[in-house]
């Protein structure tokens, strides 16, 4: 039974594919609902991930299925056992300015470079056209012009950077997963970063 502590244990293949095995009936047509015990698991995750609750279960898990299975990474995937791989150069987008600075001299403690960070989606993308970059890591709500959203359509489509959404904003992240290799729900940690650009860099996503 879920006990609250998904956003820690999601790490755990055998966590994420439970819920899938659970839920994804719901998925199906017709949908198979998978009982009242589970339908109410499935109320309390939305409540844990900010999700809005009321819509169809079907809706909801959809949802939440995008959000987990980005957030955790491929099936299996373990936090802290990805393997080593080259420094690379990082964007940074986020317009908090004490989690910016945070998150850059996090990375480059790790021996990444960074470009950035920004607060604008446009300077971002300006940026992105002077610079080699390997991976972005984008926050999706943005206070300036542009969002986090828009800017990873342009660094995929234009430029063939990947991305990763760093994000409290779960059920924007849910909507626009396909554009993120991988996401990291804040609040997060330096060790949930690196996790994450090192699961990136292992499924190819960024060049060797």
Sequence with gaps: ??????????????????????????LADPPTP???????????????FDLDGSRAPGEVWRDLRAVLTRHAGPSGATPGEAPAHRPLTLMVVEDDPEMAADLTEMLAGAGHGVVGPFSD???????????????????????????????????????????????????????????ATALVLKPYGGRDVLDAIARTVASGAVAS
Excluded at 130 to 145: F, K, M, S, T
């Design 1 to 26: 039974m879920f006990d609250g502590t998904l956003n820690s244990t999601i790490g755990d293949g055998a966590e994420l594919d439970r819920l899938r095995a659970r839920y994804d009936g719901l």
């Design 34 to 48: 998978p009982g009242a015990e589970a339908l109410a698991e499935l109320a309390g995750m939305a409540r844990i």
């Design 121 to 179: 989606a446009g300077a971002a993308a300006t940026a992105a056209g002077l610079h080699g970059i390997d991976l972005a890591l984008l926050d999706i709500n943005l206070a300036g012009e542009g969002d986090g959203v828009e800017l990873a359509r342009t660094l995929t489509r234009t430029w063939g950077v990947p991305v990763i959404f760093l994000t409290g904003n779960v059920e924007a992240a849910a909507r626009h997963a396909r554009l």
